[in-house]
């Protein structure tokens, strides 16, 4: 089955020039005009890469790609007039994989498409390449890995699929310095090209869903972080 790309972009041109593009790399594609009904596209044709432009009626494209990242980590790419930095940091901050601006190459978002593509299969199956069975406990967090999902003190911890690669990592590295370096290469990949405070943004809110136990993730400064617990 060919991968499939969603193209979340208020211009039909737009959407028809990057739709013949992509067909050209033997990419299959479904679109929308609307960030109000993005969501409801990506629900519907669960595509493995996104599109995605900013200024759109409906709803803009920064809050389309955090309800696309509170679901799942499909690689996103922004496709906008927006070129101011602060910009660009606020897409990668929001979890956003690539950031392009109008006018842009649709030879080189086709190759970038295919290179997230690639990637992130790539790191899909590196992280769950590891030998831990089905489950992994540590003290009462408990992670099934197999399934994606996590308990602390035997509830739910309700994680994004980075975040659970995030804390998976660190759970196989536990007591190693970990530089941001590293957790890019590990879990976005070692041709990651945002920017490197993603690192930070994500483990923030780990630590705010570990709870009382966001006190394991230590930061060392100038090295990175380390997962401090009892071997």
Request: charged share 30%.
């Amino acid at each position: 089955m060919k991968p499939k790309v969603l193209i979340v972009e208020d211009e039909w041109r737009i959407r028809e020039l990057i739709a013949d593009y992509l067909e050209e790399e033997g990419l299959d594609w479904c679109e929308c005009d609307r960030g109000d009904i993005a969501l409801e596209s990506f629900l519907q044709h669960t595509p493995q890469l996104v599109i995605l432009d900013i200024l759109m009626p409906g709803l803009d494209g920064y809050d389309v790609c955090e309800a696309i990242r509170a679901k799942s980590d499909v690689p996103i790419i922004f496709l906008t007039a927006k070129s101011e930095e602060d910009d660009e940091l606020l897409g990668y901050d929001l979890g956003a994989d690539d950031y392009m601006t109008k006018p842009f190459s649709p030879k080189v978002l086709a190759a970038k498409v295919k290179a997230l593509l690639k990637r992130s299969e790539t790191v899909r199956k590196a992280l769950s390449s590891g030998n831990d069975g089905e489950r992994m406990e540590l003290e009462e967090l408990m992670l099934n890995v197999t399934a994606r999902e996590a308990e602390l003190g035997g509830s739910p911890l309700v994680l994004s699929p980075k975040e659970f690669d995030l804390l998976l990592h660190f759970i196989r590295n536990r007591n190693r310095v970990l530089s941001r370096d590293m957790l890019l290469d590990a879990v976005w990949g070692y041709d990651y090209e945002g920017d490197i405070r993603t690192v930070d943004t994500h483990v923030k809110r780990l630590r705010q869903k570990l709870g009382d136990r966001a006190g394991w993730i230590v930061t060392l400064r100038g090295n990175g972080y380390r997962m401090k617990v009892m071997p």
